[in-house]
C-alpha cells in the first residue's frame, strides 16, 4: 500500500475511470468477451471468479486458460480502487477504507459488522454537490461521480475482506448496502443504478443481494425519486429529511429551495406506493436547531399515517461545526413525541465515530 503522503506528488488527472467488467451487465459483458475474439461463455467464467467465488486474483482461475486470463485482465480488469489505508474500531467490527482512485481522488467507505448482518457504506460520488453545512462531505464540493465499477468494486472489497475472514468475527458475508457515504447517489443516476443492479443480479450475473438490503439515501431530487420509483428494483429509499418545515431545511438540505418538504414528501410517498417499500426519514438530531418536540410533532403530522420509518442520527459534529448533538433528554422528548403519534422511529447507533467514520464524516477529499 503506499504511504498517504505519496498523494501530495500524484497530478490529480480527474477523469472518468477506465471501463471495467463491473461497468457492464452479463449481457454486455458477453459482448466484450466476444469483441476481444473470445467465446462469449469466457464472460461467464470470469463473473463466476469476480462475483460468485469473490477471486480477483486471475492467476487462481484455474478453468481459464491463462493467455485468455491475460487478455481479459488486461482489457477489462484495471484496479480501480488503490487502498490509502484502514483503520478500524469498536474491536475490529468497523472498519473504514480510503480508496484513491485512478485519476488521484480519494473516497472513503465504511464496513459495520453485526452479530446478524454487515453493512457496508459505501461513495457514490468524489466529494458532494449539496453543501448541507453540517455535514463533512458536502463541505469540501464535489470532485466527480463515480462510476458503476467503481462503486461496486468498494462493495466487493469489502465482501473479499469478510470472505477471507479478514474482519473481526470470522468469515461473513455483506448482507446490506448502503449509498449513505460520500456524495449524492440520486445526481450520479445512471452509475448508481447500474451498481445496484449489479448488486442484486442472482448470481454468478451480479452479487445475488436482497434489493431489500440495498439502501439508497437521497437530500431528496424529486424527478430522480421518481425515476427510481418505475426502475421495478425495490431498494429500500431513504430521505435525508433534518426538519419538518422549509424555512429551517432551506438551511440544513440546501437544494429543498428547489424541492421544498411537500414535494419531497409527496415523492416519498409515490416511490412507498409504486414499491411496496417502507420508505425512511433520516432527521440528524441537532442541539437547539432541529431538535424541539413542536418539531417532531410537526413532523408526525407530515409522515403518520404512511409506509415510513423514522431515522433519528445524533449529529456527528465535523471539525469546526457550531453544532452538535442534541442532549440525551431531548432526543427521548422527541422519540417519544413521534412514538405517542404512532410514528415507527429508530435512533441510528453511532458506529465508527473515533475514526471519522459515521455519518457525515467521511471527507477523504480534504486529504
Ligand atoms: N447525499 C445522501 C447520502 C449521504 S449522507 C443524503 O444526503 O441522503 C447519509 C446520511 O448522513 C444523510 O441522511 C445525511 O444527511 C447524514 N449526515 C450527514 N452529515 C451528518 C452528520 N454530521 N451527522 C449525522 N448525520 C449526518
Known sequence: MPEPGELVFDAPRRGKAPRHLMDLSAAER?????????????????????????????STWTDVPEPVRDVISGALLPQLLTGVRTIDCDNGTTVKSVWRLHDGALVESVLMRYPDRATICISSQAGCGMNCPFCATGQAGLTRNLSTAEIVEQ????????????????????????????????????AVIGAVRRLISPAPDGLGMSARGVTVSTVGLVPRMQQLAGEGLAVTLAVSLHAPDDNLRDTLVPVNT?????????????????????????????????????????????VEGQLVHVNLIPLNPTPGSIWTASTIQ?????????????????????????????CGQLAAAQG
Request: hydrophobic share 40%; glycine share 10%.
Open 30 to 58: 458477453k459482448a466484450a468477451v466476444v469483441e476481444l475474439g473470445l467465446p462469449a461463455f469466457r464472460a461467464d467464467q470470469v463473473s463466476r471468479q469476480w462475483l460468485g467465488r469473490l477471486s480477483d486474483d486471475p
Open 155 to 190: 462493495v466487493l472489497a469489502g465482501a473479499r475482506a469478510l470472505d477471507r475472514g479478514e474482519v473481526a468475527g470470522g468469515p461473513g458475508r455483506v448482507s446490506n448496502v448502503v449509498f449513505m457515504g460520500m456524495g449524492e447517489p440520486l445526481a450520479n443516476y445512471s
Open 258 to 302: 428547489r424541492w421544498p418538504v411537500s414535494e419531497v414528501l409527496g415523492a416519498a410517498w409515490e416511490y412507498a406506493d409504486r414499491t411496496g417499500r417502507r420508505v425512511s426519514i433520516e432527521y440528524a438530531l441537532i442541539k437547539g436547531i432541529n431538535d424541539q418536540t413542536w418539531r417532531a410533532d410537526l413532523l408526525a403530522d407530515l
Open 330 to 358: 431531548d432526543e427521548r422528548a422527541f422519540v417519544a413525541t413521534l412514538k405517542r403519534r404512532g410514528v415507527p422511529v429508530t435512533v441510528r447507533d453511532t458506529r465508527g465515530r473515533d475514526i471519522d467514520g459515521a
